[in-house]
């Protein structure tokens, strides 16, 4: 943490210990997020909760996580104050902006945490599976040479969609599953090359998949999140 980084401690102090508390969580591979060094950590996207959950998970490995957040947000009062007082980057959504990927690298020379969610937005899908992923997670870990560790988690789904809040029932289960970290640097001479960037973002929303099926096999039943 920095003195640029103010809400840092508040965030810690106000959100992390009711959240902790009010879910049932359940951390797996955890210490495939490095104790230091600069990480990239790529998640799937099932609900408005999963920023906290995420920043928990990565809080819990020991780091402070960097996201990369929608533009809209940091125009909320309160809000705003919060996401730029820790630091996180905003997007805005189609621009071609190449700001956020350069506070990103930065972040990573800095050896920071960095978490992205390849989708870009909230999953569509009936089963709440990764959608196809956007290359910029990819193309991120080319430039740096730093490899790209998945995130799934699953329950959340039932706490807050598009659609407006949903259950907050105490103690719903919210699992995590942390995946082998994805090295690239053998394709670092493609980082150019529209069809091979687009195929690495594939194996990296398969192995999202992988991991949220895994979980979403194992949940218990009566907790299963509906969609409809």
Not at 51 to 58: F, K, Q, S
Not at 162 to 188: A, H, N, Q, T, V
């Amino acid at each position: 943490m920095t003195t640029a980084e103010p809400w840092v401690p508040v965030v810690k102090a106000v959100i992390l210990p009711p959240l902790k508390l009010w879910f049932r969580w359940r951390f797996e591979g955890l210490e495939r997020i490095p104790r230091s060094g600069p990480a990239i950590v790529a998640c799937n996207h099932i609900s408005y909760l999963d920023p906290l959950a995420n920043a928990y998970a990565i809080v819990k490995a020991g780091r402070l996580p960097r996201f990369l957040g929608k533009a809209d947000l940091f125009r909320i009062p309160v809000v705003s104050s919060a996401l730029r007082g820790t630091g996180q980057i905003p997007v805005e959504r189609g621009s071609g902006d190449p700001e956020p990927m350069r506070r990103m690298s930065a972040a990573l020379g800095r050896g920071e945490v960095v978490v992205i969610y390849p989708e870009g937005t909230v999953t569509s899908r009936t089963d709440g599976l990764p959608m196809e992923g956007k290359t910029g997670t990819v193309r991120l870990s080319l430039t740096t040479g730093v490899p790209v560790i998945p995130m799934a988690s699953w329950g959340s789904q039932g706490v807050w969609q598009k659609s407006g809040k949903g259950s907050l029932r105490y103690g719903r289960p919210i699992w995590m599953r942390i995946g082998e970290p994805i090295d690239l640097s053998d394709r670092r001479d493609e980082s150019d090359d529209r069809v091979a960037l687009k195929d690495m973002t594939a194996r990296l929303m398969d192995e999202l998949s992988l991991l949220a099926q895994d979980l979403r096999d194992r949940y218990p039943s009566r907790w299963a999140p509906s969609r409809g």
